[in-house]
Structures are given as C-alpha cells and as structure tokens.
C-alpha cells in the first residue's frame, strides 16, 4: 500500500491524558497536511509541513497541540491534558505539490 | 469570515437515477476546488477536482461543474450505485497564500437505494 498510513487507528483515553498520533505520507511527499474532522463537519486544518518545517498553524491548535517532523518523512501529532472536546478524527494528508488531495484513513481519538 | 457551504445536507436517490450535489463557496480568490467521498469511518477519499480556469471536468460517472459568476459547484454522479452512499464534501483552496489549505464544507449525505 502505498498510500497516506496512520497510526493509530482508533485511541481511547481518559481525560487529562497525553496520546500521539503519526503519520506516515506517501514516500517523497514534501508537503504534509494535518486536519482535525469533528462529527457530522467537514476537516478542519491544523497545520503544515513543507519537508522539516512547520510553515503554518491554525489558531484551532492551541498551546496544548504539537506537531512535528523531525526528518521532513513522518509526522507526529501529540495532544497533551486531553480534554472531552479533542474527541474527533485527525487526518493527514501528504503531496509533493499542491493541493495536498489524497488522504490517510485518520485516527479517531476518544477522550472519556 | 469566507466559507464553503452545501445547499442540501440529505440526499435520497434509486439505483441507476443521477444524483446532483451542490455546494457554495464564498471566497472568490479560490481557484481550485475538490469532491471528496467519505464512507463512516474512513479518510475522506478523492473524487475529481477542477480549477477556476474550467467550467467542467468529467471522471469515470462523475462531472463536477463550477460556475464562478454566482459561485457554485456541483457534482454529478450517473447511474448512482448502493456503493456510491457516503458523506460527500466540497474542498476549496487557494495556491497563493494558503499553502495550500483546504476549506471543506459541512457535508451532504448520499443515500442510493436499490
């Protein structure tokens, strides 16, 4: 498979909890998207790499929200003190030009 | 502020009839737009997209048609499948400035019956 991969796929966790998502983009993509998709709403962004860099943030990232790539290959996305309303899917999606169209099956994150 | 919104939220249809899906946007700087399918837990998945340039593009049972006087975007799906049944999304976006961020909308729900 060599699409957008995500791991993991579902996560449950109590509230006030730290959880980490990756994602691992079609090889050689330069550019990753991540996305945050609330029920019945369409994604929202959060924020881009262009290879290692960070380039933009939305302000639905707060303090509490952490991207990186260190290697301009995988991201990760961390959440840290979860709190109820972080329940949602987060997406990511890669490309080597723009727009970024084709994306990853999400993790679906469960903040009890 | 600028958004991209769905006339319908619900659409119902039988096996083999077309199906229209609308969508309307309001920022007039975008120049590219997107359809996304998305079954119940699933990545929104690519359908067809088209640039500010073109006034229709046409994909395997699918045409999607922008008109950019009044701002709308449809998408066409013939001879519409039970497979076919999702959430559809709209996706504009803008090279310039954006990076390349996509602004979706909030979704129509496509049920085909048999």
């Known amino acids: 498979d060599t699409g957008v991969s995500q791991n993991p796929r579902h996560k449950i966790t109590k509230r006030g909890q730290n959880v980490t998502f990756r994602c691992d983009p079609i090889?050689?993509?330069?550019?990753l998207y991540w996305y945050r998709q609330t029920l019945g709403q369409g994604p929202e962004f959060l924020t881009y790499?262009?290879?290692?860099?960070?380039?933009?943030k939305s302000r639905l990232l707060s303090d509490r929200f952490s991207a990186e790539r260190p290697k301009g290959s995988f991201s990760t996305l961390e959440i840290q003190r979860t709190e109820q309303g972080d329940s949602a899917m987060y997406l990511c999606?890669?490309?080597?030009?723009?727009?970024?169209?084709?994306f990853g099956p999400g993790t679906r994150l469960t903040v009890l | 502020g600028e958004s991209v919104g769905l006339h319908l939220p619900t659409l119902s249809v039988q096996e083999g009839d077309n199906s229209i899906i609308n969508c309307a946007y309001s920022?007039?700087?975008?120049?590219?737009f997107i359809w996304y399918k998305q079954e119940s837990g699933k990545g929104p998945q690519f359908i067809i997209d088209?640039?500010?340039?073109?006034d229709k593009r046409q994909g395997q049972r699918v045409t999607v048609l922008l008109n950019k006087t009044v701002k709308h975007l449809s998408l066409q799906i013939a001879a519409t499948q039970p497979g076919d049944s999702a959430v559809y999304f709209c996706?504009?976006?803008?090279?310039?400035?954006?990076?390349?961020?996509?602004?979706f909308g909030q979704g129509t729900i496509l049920t085909v019956h048999p």
């Open positions: 999606a890669s490309s080597s030009s723009w727009p970024a169209k084709f």
């Open positions: 090889s050689e993509h330069n550019r």
């Open positions: 920022n007039s700087a975008s120049d590219y």
């Open positions: 790499f262009q290879n290692e860099a960070q380039l933009e």
């Open positions: 088209i640039r500010s340039n073109m």
């Open positions: 996706a504009e976006g803008s090279g310039g400035t954006s990076y390349g961020k996509l602004t």
